[in-house]
């Protein structure tokens, strides 16, 4: 529905209103015709009038007549189109109105033809990188199986840690929460030298693409298909950011719901020069200082975060956390795919 929406050029705020019903809906524990038969559907978070009411016309007439609507005059397979990173919604409906593209496979046929270059402002260089996207795409659909991806993920880790640089090292993401199946691997690192466990990693004879770099991230494509996201964060930021990219996104919503509803902010990166922080590690940027501050200390847990009241900032920390003083991190783990239960659990 949200995607419809946005092809149909709606508002946004409506948009990222389905969005967060779906996400709502997709965590649910109980069958949500349960729900409904005691009239909690309003209750849910991000279920209000409108979409409690067309979740009652499917649940009712097996259809929603606004779904029916939103698919008028689109071809069947429409919405693969926007699952290609970089086309969005008004160009993918800009190409199959005039070039009569609806599916992915015409989209790679028109970009290597050129027959595309010119509409909705497409040029010789985007041909390319939609190529780009699409041989991505055809890659990221395949899920590597857990034994596979776990040995994947061994491997890099190996050699990341036999290179030096590394002082911790976790694998975090879906690989993490042991699903059966895996489409990225997300790999966490505290180091004082981040240019070079990330030159240590594009430099793989594995690595087949690299295809985002930074100061402190870098993302490649693995040689078996698998995207591999590195990730170099403070020692301070480690337990924060553990959780954080090791939460699915549905945890990570809620969690910034929670954050919300206590006036708290979660940020995403430091506003300064520095390298950037985790983005569930916050910073205290006191009035007039521009910047990034000093990192916490080790005492302190590494999600702090920046509430506004008053027009004053403050600081809250995890109770827990400052009671109770952690030795840093100084060696990387020894076994990164599945760590002690330890300092990396209670994170």
């Known amino acids: 529905m ?8 709606e508002s946004r705020f409506r948009i990222r209103a389905w969005q967060r019903a779906a996400q709502t809906l997709e ?16 209750a849910l978070p991000g279920i209000g009038k409108e979409i409690g009411a067309r979740i009652e016309e499917y649940l009712t007439t097996g259809r929603i007549e606004l779904l029916e609507r939103l698919r008028e005059n ?45 509409v909705a402002g497409i040029q010789k260089k985007t041909c390319e990188n939609l190529l780009k996207a699409i041989a991505q795409h055809k890659a990221g659909r395949a899920r590597a199986l857990l034994t596979a991806a776990r040995e994947v993920a061994r491997q890099v ?25 895996v489409k990225d691997i997300d790999i966490l690192v505290t180091s004082t030298d981040p240019a070079r466990v990330i030159e240590t990693l594009v430099s ?15 993302s490649v494509r693995h040689q078996d298909g698998l995207a591999i996201d590195l990730r170099v964060v403070a020692p ?10 090791t939460g699915s996104k ?35 940027t006191p009035r007039g200082r521009a910047g990034c501050p000093r990192w916490s200390s080790a005492r302190t847990c590494a999600a702090t975060c920046t509430t506004t009241r008053s027009g004053r900032t403050a600081t809250t920390r995890s109770s827990a956390s400052s009671r109770r003083p952690r030795p840093a991190a100084t060696s990387t783990s020894s076994c990164p795919i599945t760590p002690a239960p330890s300092r990396s659990r209670r994170a």
């Open 250 to 284: 549905a945890h990570n919503v809620r969690l910034r719901e929670m954050a919300v509803r206590r006036g708290l902010k979660i940020t995403s990166v430091c506003p300064g020069s520095r390298p950037s922080c985790a983005r569930t590690a916050a910073r205290s």
């Open 236 to 245: 301070e930021a480690f337990g924060a950011a553990l959780q954080y990219f």
């Open 27 to 42: 965590t649910l524990s109980e069958d949500v015709t349960v729900v409904a038969a005691r009239g909690g559907l309003r």
């Open 74 to 118: 689109l071809p069947p397979n429409f919405l693969s189109l926007l699952e290609v990173r970089g086309l969005g919604p008004r160009t993918a409906r800009a190409l199959w109105e005039v070039a009569g593209i609806d599916t992915v496979e015409r989209l790679e046929e028109a970009c290597r033809s050129g027959r595309i270059i010119g």
């Open 2 to 9: 949200a995607s419809l929406l946005e092809v149909r050029d």
């Open 157 to 181: 880790a190996l050699a990341l840690s036999a290179h030096g640089g590394v002082e911790r090292l976790e694998i975090a993401g879906s690989l993490r929460r042991m699903r059966e199946t």
């Open 204 to 218: 793989l004879p594995s690595v087949a693409e690299v295809t985002a770099r930074g100061d402190t991230k870098v």
